[in-house]
């Protein structure tokens, strides 16, 4: 079932099962309110089951990119485009949230791989080999965030058409 995520009234729909279930849910609404305000748009999660070509994506461009293997398993997923930007998001159980950001097009299209910690959360052993800058949020506590940019072509997979 999908859930439009709410980032006024934070609720941790979908995430139950995690150890640190009110950050996560927090991170999440924080990507929610984001994308709310930056381009008006809803952000809608599904859960990973129902979308495992997306967790697969994901988990490809990390095997390939920098062989980068996530042992938690994911709960949540969305794809989204906006203007020439598709976007993938998974939310693992150990709070951990990745994103891909794919433009669509340009001279030089921005490619990149997001990783941000919930707070409370470890470094993930397949991520220690990162650095990550600190974020307050009102919504998530302090967000950890590291990035790699993305050096192959990995076509995004299930974006909506605008």
Do not use: C
Not at 86 to 103: D, H, K, P, Q, R
Not at 130 to 139: E, I, P
Request: glycine share 6%; hydrophobic share 40%; proline share 5%.
């Amino acid at each position: 079932m999908s859930y439009v995520v709410d980032f006024v009234n934070v609720s941790t729909v979908g995430l139950e099962s995690s150890p640190v279930v009110d950050a996560l849910a927090g991170l999440r609404a924080n990507e929610a309110r984001y994308f709310h305000n930056k381009y008006e748009h809803a952000f809608t999660v599904h859960p990973a089951s129902q979308r495992p070509d997306l967790v697969e994506h994901v988990a490809n461009i990390l095997g390939s990119e920098r062989e980068i293997v996530i042992a938690s398993p994911a709960l949540e997923v969305t794809t989204l485009r906006v203007e020439n930007i598709a976007w993938t998001y998974v939310f693992y159980e150990s709070g951990l949230s990745i994103n891909v950001l794919y433009e669509l097009d340009g001279d030089k299209p921005k490619r990149a791989v997001g990783f941000k910690l919930s707070e409370g959360m470890e470094i993930p052993a397949e991520l220690s080999a990162f650095k990550f800058a600190r974020q307050k949020s009102k919504l998530a506590g302090v967000i950890r965030g590291s990035y790699f940019v993305i050096k192959g072509d990995h076509e995004p997979v299930g974006i909506p058409d605008l």
